[in-house]
């Protein structure tokens, strides 16, 4: 069987989540099917079960369909580092900062890892579903593009295009990254799978026949725009949420850190109809709020600068300031922050914000765990990813909770003491079981309206 590229013609055309399923709707029909992308920039990433790290939608999408997350699904991950440079992980594990020229310039050195992991996959599934990243006719970047280009012709997957419709310019998009492709490639594409249409699909009737009849491409499908406020891979993504705010009994807001990992925290915020989640980045905005979450952070020492220098230190060092503070959240609330060996900056200590007495210290070990904790008198699945080590896992003092633990929201019972400490009538709900409706509903969506069989079809056709 072949495997699956999926290429967007744009950056955010929606590849993560028609990805994802596609994945589950493979996996329905009963084919062996795991989800990839070589390489991923992106400081939102999760804990697998081999202990790796690699990047939100290939776990998320693994996760959905219930096989093990793996690092061979995300062999190359980007993270923020300092001025010019980037977090390299490789096969799941930190391998320190690279500057991007060098990053470019040694790719070929990357294209085994990549290439062993697709392997590895192919030996343990039928059908591999490798998303793009970005536009894959960048013409200056296209012999270092590991995650379209490189992948596409060296398994010979079958292509997808995917346009986001509400950009405009979907014509050109669609027959200008086609027709950029190597000759090589359009061959391979199967079709075009038309995204995020708003409005009354009729309209869109002799779109389709312009696809088809002049470019030569068969349109697989035109998806209604539909929210799906779950496994977000960026910050990009993470602000096209949408919220129904109309039953919200109390406002959190979350400080936008220009840093800012691990969003995915706040996906059960997002789905609470007694919430109204908001992402600040003003001192005006905190008067609002009843709750302020201090998230998890890329470059900790910088985003705590960024708070002090915003004005955002003589609200967060107040007791009566109700905070959530989670990993870099949590390390900024301690007294000092030292970091000796550079490993975030090249500040070697720095005052924090002095809540939680003592010290936190970056060390060279990084923890990548993930498991079931006992946390606030919980029982709670989750994760830590962090450089800061210090006694305590996680500390509950007077309006404040923070702990190194990502996942912390996804627990009704932690969400349930907080909120209705601050508002008595809140209720709550069953996060599990909205995520695992969620993923159903939205791949119902795709199945109305994507040829899935036509896709198998191809799949099955000779390579």
């Not at 495997?3 to 055309?13: E, Q, V, Y």
């Not at 300092?82 to 799941?92: D, E, F, M, R």
């Not at 359009?186 to 088809?212: A, C, H, T, Y």
Request: hydrophobic share 40%; glycine share 8%.
């Amino acid at each position: 069987m072949n495997s699956l590229s999926i290429f967007g013609t744009s950056s955010d055309a929606g590849k993560s989540t028609l990805s994802f399923a596609i994945t589950y709707l493979l996996h329905k029909r009963g084919i062996k099917v795991a989800p990839f992308k070589a390489q991923n920039v992106s400081n939102n990433s999760q804990v697998c079960d081999d202990g790796g790290e690699i990047a939100i939608p290939q776990h998320f999408a693994a996760e959905a369909i219930g096989i093990a997350t793996s690092h061979f699904m995300n062999p190359i991950l980007l993270k923020s580092g300092s001025k010019n440079a980037a977090h390299l992980i490789i096969n799941g594990k930190s391998v320190g900062e690279k500057d991007v020229w060098s990053y470019y310039k040694d790719i070929d050195t990357l294209k085994p890892f990549v290439k062993k992991a697709f392997k590895k996959l192919q030996t343990q599934y039928e059908c591999i579903v490798a998303e793009g990243a970005g536009s894959p006719v960048e013409l200056n970047l296209m012999d270092k593009d590991l995650s379209n280009i490189y992948v596409a012709k060296k398994f010979k997957t079958k292509i997808i295009l995917v346009a986001d419709i509400e950009r405009g310019g979907v014509f050109a998009s669609i027959y200008g990254v086609y027709k950029l492709l190597p000759k090589e490639l359009r061959k391979n594409v199967i079709g075009v799978i038309v995204n995020k249409f708003r409005g009354d699909m009729s309209l869109f009737d002799e779109g389709i026949e312009i696809i088809q009849n002049r470019f030569g491409l068969r349109v697989l499908g035109v998806v209604p725009f539909l929210p799906f406020n779950l496994g977000f891979e960026d910050s990009q993504s993470l602000m096209g949420y949408t919220q129904d705010t109309s039953k919200a009994l109390l406002k959190v807001g979350v400080l936008k850190l220009p840093h800012m990992s691990n969003f995915t925290d706040f996906e059960p915020l997002v789905a609470d109809g007694e919430i109204e989640l908001s992402f600040i980045s003003n001192i005006s905005e905190l008067s609002s709020c009843q709750l302020i979450v201090i998230p998890g952070s890329k470059r900790v020492v910088e985003d705590l600068a960024w708070l002090r220098e915003r004005g955002f230190e003589s609200s967060l060092v107040s007791k009566k300031q109700k905070v959530v503070a989670i990993c870099g959240g949590y390390e900024m609330m301690f007294e000092r922050i030292s970091d000796p060996l550079g490993i975030e900056s090249g500040e070697k200590e720095i005052k924090g914000f002095g809540r939680i007495k003592g010290d936190v210290i970056f060390e060279a070990e990084k923890t990548v765990k993930k498991g079931s904790y006992k946390l606030f008198g919980h029982k709670i699945q989750g994760y830590e990813i962090h450089n800061a080590q210090t006694k305590n896992l996680a500390t509950k003092k007077k309006n404040l909770y923070g702990t190194f633990l990502h996942g912390l929201f996804d627990n009704d019972g932690i969400r349930y003491e907080i909120f209705s400490q601050i508002d008595k009538n809140y209720r709550g709900y069953n996060f599990k079981e909205y995520k695992k409706q969620s993923i159903k509903n939205f791949a119902q969506h795709i199945e109305k309206h994507v040829d899935i069989d036509f896709i198998v079809q191809n799949l099955h056709l000779g390579k």
